[in-house]
């Protein structure tokens, strides 16, 4: 079979089985491993199967992905989320919109120390929904402000997202993490100007809480340097060359321990191992599912499936603003049908190349990518964030839509554009602090 012929029916089989509901990880590892034994022959399959998962495995880089989880759990048993949403609502309470503003911004700071979109959404939900319901604030438009601030998640580092795409495409995990900050404060900032607009226009929508002294705003602050020093102890250590993005993961994960423990009094005995299994769990799952895509990458390459891609994009236009965005239409198709984790580990192998034909920079693809696949977290048919953040408010789905498409439209969207043509939003702080 030719290797054109063997990739599109790879990409026809791994589509039906997803769609059919058969686990991602599955699906990949089977379409990798019988794409490349009809191209390469069984022996030769199962050996470059086989020395893709061990080389992975024994990669010293990947040890962050556990150890940046392994923070983000020990920071929600902490508690510091709880005193970041109060910080957030005792600063921007009073503002039109104050409560939808404060849950974005307190979605951006514990983003910090979490890493996953999901997680952050989940604990957001159960903190922020309740005091947005008590105040009366409409839940359709509510429960959209939560899963819109789970996907700030992807891009603000630590993200998960970023060192996943990082291990695939064999890229500065360093510059991947510096380079989703400005795009992730573009994000929270695109959210929080339309909430303000939309509750300035229909004050209905949730009324302002009332205005606090300035001596109250600056005590609630007491209650975030923990996660301050958290973002310091990652982010500087690593810019200014102290530790490697492992270590700086591995000094964090230790630090917000006694924190947890002593300062914040969040940590028992009891939560510290449900931190431990909940970190085994998920680093297991993400683990797995990278692995299993290194294979189906492989089978991609030896294709030649990328250089198909792009010949088939410059047929209907040569010009690199149109390619951009017709890779931007299909990332965002992908976010739609899977969750990020999943989006990032299919879409590098294939549209990275791709991007980099065309003079896009990798570091700079990565933010496009996060943007893209994080705004396909709230949208359905999947729309993972949506789904969570409706369930905790007991919201209905398609109520919450409406709402929360208007948000994509009027914030994620501008957002995206500037991302994906003003490189500089992405490469400044890497190119600034790093260096090419």
């Known amino acids: 079979m030719e290797p054109i012929t063997l990739g599109l029916l790879s990409l026809a089989v791994l589509t039906l089985f997803l769609i059919s509901g058969m686990r991602i990880a599955y699906a990949t590892a089977m379409c990798g491993f019988a794409g490349l034994w009809m191209l390469r022959g069984y022996d030769a399959a199962a050996m470059l199967s086989a020395t893709t998962v061990y080389g992975h495995l024994t990669s010293y880089t990947l040890l962050v992905l556990p150890l940046f989880i392994l923070m983000g759990y020990f920071a929600f048993y902490a508690g510091i989320t709880r005193d970041l949403y109060w910080a957030a609502r005792q600063w921007f309470g009073n503002m039109p919109g104050g409560l939808a503003i404060a849950t974005v911004f307190g979605s951006a700071g514990f983003a910090a120390a979490c890493g996953a979109s999901t997680a952050s959404a989940a604990v957001m939900g159960r903190v922020a929904l309740p005091e947005l319901k008590k105040y009366g604030y409409d839940m359709k438009v509510a429960t959209g402000c939560v899963a819109a601030g789970g996907t700030l998640a992807t891009m603000i580092p630590p993200s998960v997202l970023m060192v996943i795409y990082g291990f695939i495409a064999e890229e500065s995990i360093g510059a991947l993490l510096l380079a989703g900050i400005l795009p992730g404060l573009l994000e929270a900032f695109s959210y929080v100007t339309m909430l303000y607009l939309r509750f300035w226009i229909n004050p209905s929508l949730g009324p302002p809480i009332e205005r606090v002294t300035m001596a109250e705003k600056f005590s609630s602050l007491k209650g975030v340097w923990g996660i301050v020093v958290l973002i310091i102890l990652v982010m500087g250590s690593i810019y200014t060359g102290v530790a490697t993005p492992t270590e700086a993961a591995g000094v964090a994960a230790f630090y917000a321990i006694p924190v947890g423990f002593l300062i914040y009094r969040g940590l028992t005995v009891k ?158 702080l890497p190119n600034t602090l790093i260096g090419n």
């Open 271 to 428: 939560s510290f191992s449900n931190v431990l299994v909940e970190t085994a769990v998920t680093t297991g799952v993400v683990m797995i599912m990278l692995f299993v895509v290194m294979i189906l990458s492989r089978l991609f390459i030896f294709e030649g499936l990328p250089e198909i891609i792009l010949d088939n994009l410059r047929s209907v236009s040569a010009n690199p603003v149109i390619i951009m965005l017709m890779l931007n239409v299909f990332m965002i198709i992908t976010g739609m049908l899977m969750d990020d984790v999943s989006g990032v580990l299919l879409s590098t192998p294939i549209l990275l190349p791709v991007a980099v034909e065309i003079g896009v920079d990798p570091i700079h693809f990565a933010a496009i990518l996060g943007v893209n696949l994080g705004m396909g977290n709230i949208t359905p048919p999947t729309a993972p964030l949506l789904y969570l953040s409706t369930r905790i408010g007991k919201a209905k789905i398609n109520e919450t839509l409406m709402p929360t498409l208007i948000l994509i439209a009027g914030a994620w969207l501008p957002a995206l554009m500037i991302t994906t043509y003003v490189p500089d939003v992405a490469l400044w």
